[in-house]
C-alpha cells in the first residue's frame, strides 16, 4: 500500500506493546520500520528497466525476512535515538519488528502481488481486498495513531485496529461478491473461465474490476455489488498475447523475449499486446477505469534493436482526472 498507510498500520501496531508514557515514541519508531521494507525501490539498474519489478515486494517483503528487517531498522534507530530517548536496545526491537512485520502481510490484502514465502517461493501473494491507496480505510487509523500518542491511551489505537480489521474483512467479503458476479456475466456469454480474477478498483471497495479468460481472450467488465441490485459496467476484451502471433519477427533467445517472461511472471500472465501501441505488451489486470483496457503500465520491444537490448518499461496516466471524474459517477450510481 502507499507510504502513509504503512507508517499508520506500523505505528498503531507498535503503540500495543507500549507503556502510556512511551506510546508516541512506538508510534514514531513502528511507522518508521512500516515503511522501511519498500526501500526495495532503490534496487533498480539502467540496464535492466524490469528489475525493479522484480525486486518491488520481493526479499524485503516476506514473512521469513521480518526478524532480519526489525533487527535491521532497530540497529539504526538504536544508534541514532536510544541515548536521548532512554529506551533499551530490546524496547527498539520490539516495536520495529511488530512495524516491520505488518508491511508484507498488508500489501498481500492488495492486488498488485507480494512475495511472502520468498525465498521457498517467488509466488506473488494477492488476496484482492482493498486499493493500494484507499482513504476510507488509513484516515481513521490515522486519527486513532494520533489521538492514542497525544492522549497516551491504547484505547484509541484499539478501536482504530477494529476499524481496520472490519474494513479488510469487508473488502474480501465484496471480492468474493465481485467474484460471483463475474461467473454470472461470463456465465450469460456462454463462456466458462479458464481463469477470473477481481480486483478493487481505485480507492475503493464498492465498484470492482473483473477479468477472466476464456476463448483465448481476455474479458473485462466492472462491477458494483450492491445489498439488493449489483451493477455492470460492460467492458471491452483482447486476444492472449500470442509472441509468434503478434510478434513473429522476435528471436526467442533474445533479451526482448526473456524479458516479456519475466513481465509475464509479474503480471500473472494477463498480458495482451496493446491494441493502439505497436510493439507493447500490457498488464490488463490495472487501469484508471475498471471496465477499460486502458493499461497503467507495459513494456515494448522493437525488431530493431539487437538480441542483448532489454525491453522498456512503461508506465501511462493519462486523462487521470477524467477518468477519476467517472469512477465516482459508477460510485454514485443507483
Not at 34 to 42: R, S
Not at 95 to 121: E, I, K, N, R, V
Not at 165 to 190: F, P, V, W
Request: hydrophobic share 45%.
Amino acid at each position: 500500500m502507499d507510504p502513509l498507510t504503512q507508517g499508520v498500520i506500523g505505528g498503531i501496531v507498535a503503540q500495543t506493546s507500549a507503556s502510556k508514557e512511551q506510546i508516541g515514541k512506538a508510534s514514531l519508531l513502528g511507522a518508521l520500520a512500516g515503511m522501511a521494507p519498500d526501500l526495495d525501490v532503490l534496487i533498480r539498474s539502467a540496464n535492466d528497466p524490469l528489475l525493479a519489478l522484480e525486486f518491488h515486494r520481493h526479499f524485503t517483503h516476506s514473512l521469513f525476512f521480518i526478524p532480519f528487517g526489525g533487527l535491521i531498522c532497530a540497529t539504526v534507530f538504536y544508534l541514532l535515538v536510544a541515548k536521548r530517548w532512554q529506551l533499551t536496545f530490546k524496547q527498539i526491537l520490539i516495536w520495529c519488528t511488530l512495524g516491520y512485520a505488518t508491511h508484507g502481510l498488508l500489501d498481500a490484502f492488495t492486488s498488485y502481488g507480494t512475495q511472502l514465502l520468498w525465498p521457498f517461493s517467488n509466488l506473488r501473494v494477492a488476496w484482492d481486498g482493498i486499493s493500494v491507496i484507499d482513504p476510507l480505510f488509513t484516515l481513521p487509523i490515522l486519527v486513532g495513531l494520533i489521538a492514542a500518542a497525544r492522549t497516551q491511551s491504547h484505547r484509541f489505537a484499539t478501536v482504530a485496529m477494529v476499524w481496520g480489521a472490519l474494513y479488510l474483512s469487508l473488502g474480501l467479503i465484496q471480492h468474493e461478491r465481485a467474484l460471483n458476479l463475474g461467473k454470472e456475466i461470463a456465465s450469460s456469454r456462454g463462456h466458462l473461465p479458464e481463469r477470473l480474477e477481481a480486483k478493487p478498483s481505485f480507492a475503493n471497495i464498492l465498484v470492482w474490476k473483473v477479468v477472466y479468460e476464456a476463448d483465448n481472450h481476455f474479458y473485462v467488465d466492472a462491477v458494483r455489488p450492491g445489498l439488493s441490485e449489483s451493477k455492470h459496467w460492460s467492458g471491452d476484451n483482447i486476444p492472449i498475447l500470442d509472441i509468434e502471433r503478434d510478434f513473429p519477427w522476435l528471436d526467442p533467445t533474445s533479451q526482448q523475449a526473456r524479458d516479456i517472461e519475466r513481465f509475464r511472471w509479474f503480471s500473472a500472465g494477463y498480458i495482451a499486446a496493446d491494441k493502439t501501441a505497436p510493439n507493447s505488451i500490457i498488464d490488463i489486470r490495472y487501469s484508471m477505469l475498471p471496465h477499460e483496457i486502458k493499461p497503467l503500465w507495459g513494456i515494448r520491444i522493437s525488431p530493431t534493436e539487437d538480441i542483448n537490448h532489454p525491453a522498456t518499461y512503461y508506465t501511462e496516466r493519462n486523462d487521470s482526472q477524467t477518468a477519476l471524474e467517472e469512477l465516482i459517477d459508477m460510485l454514485e450510481a443507483i
